[in-house]
């Protein structure tokens, strides 16, 4: 019997452990949250079959049902931090530590299967801006855990800014906790949107369901009234303690701030997201290849560069959970053997058309490094400022990321350039052209305690104690 490990427990992961093992496989499946679900499907553990907030969560119905099947039919290991993938005999050896994350027993465990599927997801992306390091300046990802499991509101009056369709939820999340939201502000103008949604709009007609949840945040906004603003952005937050105002501005088509339109708007939280990024420390470290926008390369069947690896969901591509749903279905059967339900590969199709024209209208644009001043922190870890590391790059203009890294410490903080690093890709690239720009690169996927490496897998939990470092 074919054994497939399937990493990440979210729409992608789920669908996959549950379609391979319908393949007749032998399935494990490894995340290390505590429950599942993923970010999407993000829930009190206490409230599986009933989430805190019934409104945040969408097509519950379907997270059941494939939590149900995962349950009965796989192996599913909680807590299961996967921190490295050795690839270097016939078959990968995947290395997770199991148990707490902060915790000091952790369990190392191994798994060498005949096949992985990688769907390890994305997290936020935000772009710098003079105060964004102040408290109560938040994620939009952050902004839905808070409300989807916990219930916390962010503050008593909220600013929702950034780009993207993720806005609008993040919003609504805030609104249903309890929070003031004063304005949603998309960086990109009318004409822009209109030019990635509008032409040959019947293709979009397969992704229906997307049209339907958009008009139910719509109508939510409206009911809380909440004002939706495009062609604007926060280029600046303000405060001593946290975060007391900001400064929203007019944009243009480059998202360079329009001269006098600048406006302060009193806030004590500030939500933002400027899109995602895909988790690529495992693929990487399985040598998957990957494409010139970053993501793992697939074929018709998700399979990867790499013989024995199938990739699914937001590393593949940020498409939303109805795709990733689709993919992890075709890499889940793919994996184990089988042919993929072709219904699986409709909707996959449908939903890659819907995704890039979301990408064609809120994608990122260049002019957003105008909103920088010298002293905006550029890395947060390493508390790097924009004229630190715009000096040292005309100074050093032969010099490669790597040795800028070295001489700024910009992306060698706690989160191993995983906020900054795309950031100071870019800031590179506007300076110069292109050269080994990637942090991509870890040869830990998480924080490993140098007792776990030493002591190995024969170690007892009480051994691992005392010696923890």
């Known amino acids: ?149 916990e219930g916390i509101a962010l503050g008593r009056r909220v600013v929702v800014a950034g780009a993207g369709p993720f806005l609008l ?72 303690e946290r975060v007391e105002a900001v400064t929203i501005a007019a944009l243009d088509a480059t998202w360079r701030p329009v001269a006098g339109s600048e406006r302060v708007v009193e806030t004590d939280a500030v939500c933002v997201s400027h899109g995602f990024l895909p988790r690529l420390e495992l693929p990487v470290a399985a040598g998957c290849a990957l494409s010139a926008e970053r993501f793992v390369v697939v074929d018709e069947d998700q399979r990867t560069s790499v013989p024995g690896f199938w990739a699914a969901g937001e590393i593949t591509g940020i498409a939303g959970a109805d795709a990733a749903i689709a993919e992890g279905r075709v890499a889940g059967a793919s994996a184990a053997g089988a042919v993929p339900d072709p219904r699986a590969l409709r909707m996959r199709a449908r939903h890659g058309r819907f995704a890039e024209r979301m990408h064609a209208a809120h994608g990122i644009r260049g002019g957003w490094t105008a909103w920088l001043t010298d002293e905006t922190v550029v890395c947060r870890c390493e508390e790097v400022s924009y004229g630190r590391l715009v000096a040292t790059l005309r100074h050093a203009p032969d010099a490669g990321l790597r040795s800028l890294k070295l001489a700024t410490r910009a992306g060698l903080g706690i989160c191993q350039a995983r906020v900054c690093g795309r950031t100071v890709e870019e800031l590179i690239v506007a300076e110069r052209a292109p050269g080994d720009a990637t942090s991509d690169a870890r040869p830990l996927a998480i924080p490993v305690r140098l007792a776990e490496l030493a002591l190995g897998e024969d170690a007892t939990p009480s051994q691992r104690k005392e010696h923890d470092v």
């Open 1 to 149: 019997m074919t054994h497939v490990v399937v990493v990440g427990a979210g729409p992608a992961g789920l669908a996959a452990a549950a379609a391979a093992a319908e393949a007749g496989a032998r399935v494990t499946l490894l995340d290390g949250a505590e429950h599942l679900g993923g970010q999407f499907w993000r829930h009190a553990r206490a409230d599986d079959d009933a989430p805190r907030a019934p409104r945040l969560q969408h097509a519950w119905s379907r997270y059941r049902a494939l939590r149900d099947a995962v349950r009965r039919e796989c192996e599913v290991v909680l807590g299961a931090s996967v921190w490295a993938i050795d690839v270097s005999g016939e078959r990968a050896v995947l290395h997770a530590l199991v148990g707490e994350a902060d915790g000091r027993a952790r369990e190392p465990r191994s798994w060498r299967p005949d096949a992985v599927v990688l769907a390890t997801g994305a997290h936020d992306r935000t772009l710098p801006f003079p105060g964004w390091d102040l408290p109560g300046v938040v994620t939009a990802g952050a902004a839905q855990a808070y409300a989807k499991a």
């Open 169 to 240: 939820p993040a919003a609504v999340s805030a609104a249903t906790a309890g929070s003031r939201v004063v304005g949603v502000y998309e960086a990109n103008p009318l004409r822009t949107l209109a030019s990635g949604w509008l032409p040959r709009a019947w293709r979009l007609a397969g992704a229906w369901r997307k049209g339907i949840e958009a008009a139910g945040y719509l109508a939510d906004l409206a009911r809380h009234r909440i004002p939706y603003r495009v062609g604007t952005a926060v280029v600046a937050a303000h405060g001593r």
